[in-house]
Nanobody, 123 residues
């Protein structure tokens, strides 16, 4: 069983940066796709970015392209989401999730989820 734990959320001013971490235990990320999702109050959970662990191939939602970057650290079995030029509309709970196979944008296709970390961007 794969367990995921996010960290790194917080309060930041618009234009600032945060780096989220998603640490895996129980299994290695090596055979999984890791996705970062976010959910704002009253809105559906949406994909932000994803990475295929084995190849490093990435996906970004249009809303974060050029501002966010997803990466992985094999030795630490951890995936990161570097968030730059943050905007108030980035405020949400951010979740990491994992699934086998290919990158997918639908949250329902991810089998493993972390508990989430709050990101708040003030204007």
């Amino acid at each position: 069983q794969l367990q995921l734990v996010e960290s790194g959320g917080g309060l930041v001013q618009a234009g600032g940066s945060l780096r989220l971490s998603c640490a895996a235990s129980g299994r290695t990320f090596s055979s999984y796709v890791t996705g970062w999702f976010r959910q704002a109050p009253g809105k559906e959970r949406e994909v932000v970015a994803a990475i295929i662990w084995n190849t490093g191939s990435t996906y970004y939602a249009d809303s974060v392209k050029g501002r966010f970057a997803v990466s992985r650290d094999n030795a630490k079995n951890t995936v990161y989401l570097q968030m730059n030029s943050l905007k108030p509309e980035d405020t949400a709970i951010y979740y990491c999730a994992a699934r086998a196979g290919f990158i997918a944008t639908m949250a329902s296709t991810y089998a493993y989820w972390g508990q989430g970390t709050q990101v708040t961007v003030s204007s």
